[in-house]
């Protein structure tokens, strides 16, 4: 209760600050906010969707906490809450549930909100890039609101990316909502690249119209802590959806992963599949729930967590879970957990291949899957490259900066 005290009395502190930097729908949000966190308090491990989290500790150090709004100057389809349109400015704090205490301390102390609006019937042509980069002299803790809406018939493919430039302690609170209208395609990618003493926590909410489809992969590549919540809502007749998780961890890394998706309509799809590979003392977890509401017949919907514990030390916590209460359905789910094939390690050593580039290679052989459903070609070849010098230990060499490489180029 102490760390929750310690938010509170800040909030105290720093509300007229807030109010003068920030927007007026911002501003209406937060003394219900407040409410929420004062009455809940950070999660504890008896909360199902927190069961593999140590939340209090993780918020508990004493952060300096970033209050500046967003100062670069924005791409095309971008705008700050402030500057949208008042038909996208009502849907701010809409889709995101505000009854968890985490989104609850997001929405108490965020400064600026990104809005990433496409119109009706608009193509993207090139891939809009969200980087977030953590750079200072102090440790911080940074609180960041995104909104993303898709009106009908609209397409694009956004990237956000996670990269940290100095070597301080970080703690994020990430909230995503993502508004999808009838007939939009959305191509969704986080991808984190940090370090070992980053704390991450990302919740990311999604609402589907008729015949949207959302195609969204979360990749951890180099992380200290990392808590990821994601629920989408098929709230629209025809509606799809397509997840992919891909986590490589060692050293004494954390990736939970925490999904729900529901299926609110009839007709819809949904398909979801994370790999995990863990080394060393790393600690995965997954916990996937779908769920199919009474009316959403003709439902079809597959689950798969697959794990690679690379050394008897690592472990992984894997949950899928299905609840269903229609009964015109196909839905199946699994997880498999397993350590390196040693026959398959065999046959390439004796083909004069060392012990740690076969062991290399099956890592990423295991883990290609999931990339290579990413739909932006620029992007699964980066990832590509990215994910083999992750497994050959040279992302870690310049972790304290990730700023290079070219921009993506459309396929």
Known sequence: MEATKQYIDFFGEVRDVLAARSCSEMNA??????????????????????????????????????????????????????????????????????????????????????????????????????????????????????????????????????????????????????????????????????HLLCTRYGSTFVRQGRNSSLHHTALTLFNGHTRNRLDVLLQGEGSEVTLGGCVIADKMQHVDNNTLIDHQAPGCTSSELYKYVLDDNAVGAFAGRVLVREGAQKTSSQETNANLLATRTARIYTQPMLEIYADDVRCSHGSTVGQMDEAALFYMRQRGISEAEARLLLKAAFITEVIETIPLHSLRDRLHVLVDKRLRGELSKCEGCKLCGPPLTPP
Do not use: W
Request: contains cysteine.
């Open 29 to 194: 949000r937060r003394e219900d906010a407040l409410k929420v966190f004062a009455e809940q308090g950070f999660p504890s491990r008896k909360v199902e969707r927190y069961r593999y989290a140590n939340v209090e500790a993780d918020f508990s150090p004493n952060y300096g906490i970033q209050l500046s709004p967003l100062g670069q100057k924005l791409p095309p389809y971008c705008f700050r809450l402030s500057e949208a349109d008042p038909r996208v400015r009502v849907l701010y704090n809409n889709v995101a549930d505000e009854a968890d205490s985490i989104v609850a301390l997001n929405t108490m102390l965020a400064v600026d909100t990104l809005v990433v609006h496409v119109p009706r019937g608009t193509k993207v042509e090139h891939p809009i890039q969200v980087g977030n980069v953590l750079a200072g002299s102090q440790d911080t803790m940074v609180s960041r609101r995104l909104l993303i809406v898709m009106e009908e018939l609209s397409e694009a493919d956004i990237i956000i990316t996670d990269r940290a430039a100095s070597q301080n302690r970080f703690l994020t609170n990430q909230v995503v909502e993502v508004v999808m209208g009838d007939g939009s395609h959305l191509n969704l990618y986080d991808i984190e690249e940090t």
